[in-house]
């Protein structure tokens, strides 16, 4: 075995570590034993703690006042323990989310972040505990709206404690600290292995000398944002709470003291943490509310800038998503008229206010799972939290993921976001001109995809051609699933899917300046369905008002019948999911628009759509019986084949039954071939 210090003990680093890993903790396990061999550090003489802590006091609140604003002296909070204990336990700040704010000490057992480090083993019995900020305040009321001029003072006063601490072991707890400590202090890592693999400890060195070893762990607020009750809530904490347990249990052997070893990973209950009355939460509301006050006198400007971020729709570049039109245009309808009359048989506005109330209510939920402040805008506050180092899109919290996951409009082909390639991924088809930088982080690039999903969706536009499209009547072709044009590669479904009035099979497509937002595709494209029978036109007055293309099957004109010729077919079909049926369960729909085969007995032919109930992507079979059937690949593979060698069908007699035929493609192009003769000697005679 190989001791590095204290009571930790590795496995022989020349069975694990190459020649220059050893080279460099050879040079390393010098300076780490020239720290045993000192007994003291170089403390000041006479150094009063409770001295130094009233001069800090009488420093801070007179930069207050220079600022315009007197700030109570009751929260400034003194650190706990001894400056000789052998552990020093670094927090960023205490806040108002204890029994009584008033009380002016760090240890107190009603804090949530004080009750876990008792639990784990810390105390003031142990370890030195102290704060970066050493005033009451929310941490993001601090992170965001606090001069300078008062930041210094009390980043000043914390490494001035840590200069006196003789603490051989610094835990560092959340990323605020491990932010500032990495600008502040010149650190050295040195990355473990063997059972302690996954830990990197960092060597601290003070004019060329080691002083001490740093360790960086989770906030223990970062714990109380899953249970253990849910399948993602135990691979989190089996994440998560293994590492922060193999962090703490090698900062407590470097330091001497005792961890209670798998605390995090099993023995965390999140539930027994900061409980406050309802006269206790009233307490902490309003002293919130009186820091915002003091706060905004303080840093006019600070404020400023924040209210302006409020006050726009949104704070990412984003590029509109859906087509320029209007929200509130009527659907269109099998009997549309150029008078209009449409049956309100969709509202995309009603749609619309509940998807933007759905985003209101995740921004509430959001704040409640992970007690984020309703000080600041949720994307700042979700900066500022330990969220930030969640690295799986599917261990982020339940509200979120959930909420993304069940928008139409964030699928691609029906499939909703579930890793991280996926979420990045939508984040550049939502911000298509790659203006906008990817967060650093899992959760701030979630929230992103949230925020412009919603701004391209619901922000009020106007178009010119809203008079000539509409959503459907069929709630089940709302949903089309999208390819780009240019690159051929799947993009988000649109939830909003809108249709000619001169012909309600025909999708409107969205035009694009800019690529569809991969960044293989740039230029200009267009956003086209992905199944390739689907009728499709681009959003242009010119072509809406004349009659569109046929783009879902050159065959259709020919093999499918016209509305006139299938005026004595049904009007309507009851057709039921071959996906539901497959699980015994039959799911119905009315296809409006049935098409029909020109044969003597006219067959169905079967539409392709999404189920609502089983999910899946399959035909739709008449429930009757009696009515014969046939599926578009049918229709096609006979057309393709006939294409392929050179025969154009729409240029011949309308032959069904020759066209169906079971026979050599090459008999046939002579029977069409001669067909045609015919009909050509016939008109001439």
């Known amino acids: 075995?190989?001791?590095l210090y204290g009571n930790l003990f590795l496995e022989n680093p020349e069975q694990r570590l190459d020649e220059g890993q050893l080279a460099s903790l050879t040079k390393l396990m010098a300076a780490i034993q020239s720290l045993e061999n000192r007994t003291a550090i170089a403390r000041e003489k006479e150094y009063n703690l409770e001295d130094k802590f009233d001069e800090f006091k009488a420093r801070e609140t007179l930069a207050w006042r220079e600022l315009g604003v007197a700030r109570p002296p009751a929260f400034l909070i003194p650190p706990a323990g001894s400056l000789d204990a052998p552990v020093a336990c670094h927090l960023h700040n205490p806040t108002f989310h204890v029994e009584d704010p008033y009380k002016a000490i760090t240890e107190d057992p009603s804090s949530p972040t004080i009750y876990q480090l008792s639990q784990a083993g810390f105390s003031s019995g142990n370890c030195f505990l102290f704060d970066h900020v050493s005033r009451r305040d929310e941490t993001e009321i601090y992170l965001s709206f606090y001069p300078d001029k008062v930041r210094h003072i009390h980043e000043n006063f914390a490494l001035e404690l840590r200069r006196q601490m003789k603490a051989v072991v610094e835990i560092c707890w959340g990323r605020s600290v491990r932010k500032?400590?990495?600008?502040c202090v010149d650190l050295v890592p040195l990355p473990l292995w063997g059972e302690y693999k996954d830990v990197t400890l960092h060597l601290e060195y003070e004019n060329g000398q080691f002083v001490r070893f740093v360790v960086f762990?989770?906030?223990?607020?970062?714990?109380?944002?899953?249970?253990?009750?849910?399948?993602?809530?135990?691979k989190w904490r089996g994440l998560y709470g293994r590492q922060q347990d193999l962090l703490l249990t090698v900062a407590a052997r470097l330091g001497g003291i005792t961890y209670h070893t798998g605390f995090y990973e099993h023995q965390h209950n999140p539930g027994v943490y900061g409980r406050l009355s309802a006269e206790q939460r009233a307490t902490k509301e309003h002293l919130i509310a009186e820091a915002l006050a003091q706060l905004r006198i303080a840093s006019p400007e600070l404020f400023k800038e924040m209210d302006t971020r409020r006050a726009s729709c949104t704070s990412w570049d984003v590029q509109e998503y859906a087509p320029e039109i209007e929200r509130t245009v009527a659907p269109v309808t099998a009997n549309t008229t150029a008078q209009g009359g449409f049956p309100?048989?969709?509202?995309y506005d009603t749609d619309m206010r509940r998807l933007n109330d759905s985003f209101s209510d995740l921004n509430l939920a959001l704040r409640?799972?992970?007690s984020l402040p309703s000080t600041i805008p949720t994307d700042l506050a979700l900066q500022y939290s330990e969220l930030t180092l969640i690295s799986e899109f599917d261990l982020s919290p339940e509200a979120l993921t959930s909420w993304i996951q069940s928008q139409e409009g964030l699928k691609i082909q029906g499939k909703p976001i579930g890793t991280n390639d996926e979420l990045v991924l939508s984040f550049r088809l939502l911000h298509r001109f790659g203006e906008a930088q990817i967060p650093g982080s899992v959760i701030l690039i979630a929230y992103s995809v949230a925020e412009a999903y919603i701004y391209n969706v619901c922000k009020t536009r106007k178009s010119s051609i809203q008079d000539l499209i509409g959503p459907p009547t069929d709630p089940h072709r709302r949903i089309m699933h999208l390819k780009c044009r240019k690159c051929a590669k799947r993009v988000h479904d649109t939830w909003f899917a809108y249709y000619a009035r001169r012909d309600p099979e025909v999708y409107v497509c969205q035009t694009l300046e800019a690529g569809c937002g991969r960044l293989e595709c740039s230029?200009?494209?267009?956003?086209?369905?992905?199944?390739p029978w689907q009728k499709h036109i681009m959003a242009r007055r010119g072509e809406l008002e004349n009659a569109p293309k046929d783009t879902g099957g050159a065959w259709a004109g020919y093999i499918i019948r016209s509305r006139t010729e299938s005026q004595d077919l049904p009007d309507v079909v009851k057709i039921a999911c071959l996906g539901c049926k497959q699980n015994q369960v039959e799911t119905t729909q009315i296809d409006a628009r049935p098409r029909w085969t020109i044969e003597r007995i006219p067959r169905?032919?079967?539409?392709?759509?999404r189920c609502s109930v089983c999910k899946q992507l399959k035909y739709w079979r008449p429930v009757s019986q009696t009515i014969a059937i046939i599926d578009t690949p049918t229709i096609a593979h006979i057309w393709g084949k006939m294409k392929k060698e050179g025969l154009d069908l729409n240029e011949y007699p309308r032959l069904p039954g020759l066209f169906f035929a079971n026979m050599p493609v090459e008999d046939k192009i002579k029977a069409f071939k001669k067909a045609k003769m015919d009909r050509n000697n016939k008109g001439t005679d």
């Open 1 to 3: 075995m190989f001791r």
């Open 180 to 183: 500032r400590m990495l600008e």
């Open 217 to 234: 762990v989770y906030h223990p607020q970062f714990f109380c944002y899953r249970t253990t009750s849910s399948e993602s809530g135990r």
């Open 344 to 347: 309100e048989v969709i509202s």
């Open 368 to 370: 409640t799972e992970c």
């Open 523 to 531: 230029g200009r494209t267009a956003l086209i369905p992905a199944n």
């Open 604 to 609: 169905y032919l079967a539409p392709r759509r």
